[in-house]
T-cell receptor
Framework: GEDVEQSLFLSVREGDSSVINCTYTDSSSTYLYWYKQEPGAGLQLLTYIFSNMDMKQDQRLTVLLNKKDKHLSLRIADTQTGDSAIYFCAEGLKGGGNKLTFGTGTQLKVEL | EAGVTQSPTHLIKTRGQQATLRCSPISGHTSVYWYQQALGLGLQFLLWYDEGEERNRGNFPPRFSGRQFPNYSSELNVNALELEDSALYLC???FGPGRDEQFFGPGTRLTVL
């Protein structure tokens, strides 16, 4: 079955690294995504990783995928106040009719 | 390049009425998706349209329906509105089946009184 879980809150200081974690249960995921949602706004696609990859780096963002443990993480280096938002992981399933299953979202608060 | 656009930004209706929400995909995208983001329920998949056809449907009652037009824009209709339908409705688009990256619009905030 499909179930994607995230911790609800994360607080970091400006300049530190943030690590947001996500676990999923369906091993037939094809792509795993990270989206960012700022207050009152839609979802911004940050990055994604194909399920046969272990890591993907894109500027300040690093995605790590552990398929064995069904664990996905997003690391934001040098976190800034503008990174404060809710971060959602999502999985797209092979044969899942193109729907994305989202996690509960992690609210990241960046303090000065 | 213009992103996904949605209208209206806000919509206020009363219980029992019908709501129509609109979405225009990114140019070149043929697939449109609808998601509901309700307080306490997270983001739930509603519908997927591609090339004018409904391709997949989430676990929502039949009073949630929609369509996709020849220009790939889409409408979501919600009939017999209930208080629990109050939510942010997000539309996304992609290049089509097998191209999974979905890009989202800003959403329509539906409030049912």
């Amino acid at each position: 079955g499909e179930d994607v879980e995230q911790s609800l809150f994360l607080s970091v200081r400006e300049g530190d690294s943030s690590v947001i974690n996500c676990t999923y249960t369906d091993s037939s995921s094809t792509y795993l995504y990270w989206y960012k949602q700022e207050p009152g706004a839609g979802l911004q696609l940050l990055t994604y990783i194909f399920s046969n990859m272990d890591m993907k780096q894109d500027q300040r963002l690093t995605v790590l995928l552990n398929k064995k443990d069904k664990h996905l993480s997003l690391r934001i280096a040098d976190t800034q106040t503008g990174d404060s938002a809710i971060y959602f992981c999502a999985e797209g399933l092979k044969g899942g009719g193109n729907k994305l299953t989202f996690g509960t979202g992690t609210q990241l608060k960046v303090e000065l | 390049e213009a992103g996904v656009t949605q209208s209206p930004t806000h919509l206020i209706k009363t219980r029992g009425q019908q709501a129509t929400l609109r979405c225009s995909p990114i140019s070149g995208h043929t697939s449109v998706y609808w998601y509901q983001q309700a307080l306490g329920l997270g983001l739930q998949f509603l519908l997927w349209y591609d090339e004018g056809e409904e391709r997949n449907r989430g676990n929502f009652p039949p009073r949630f329906s929609g369509r996709q037009f020849p220009n790939y824009s889409s409408e979501l209709n919600v009939n017999a509105l209930e208080l629990e339908d109050s939510a942010l409705y997000l539309c996304a688009s992609s290049f089509g089946p097998g191209r999974d990256e979905q890009f989202f619009g800003p959403g329509t905030r539906l409030t049912v009184l």
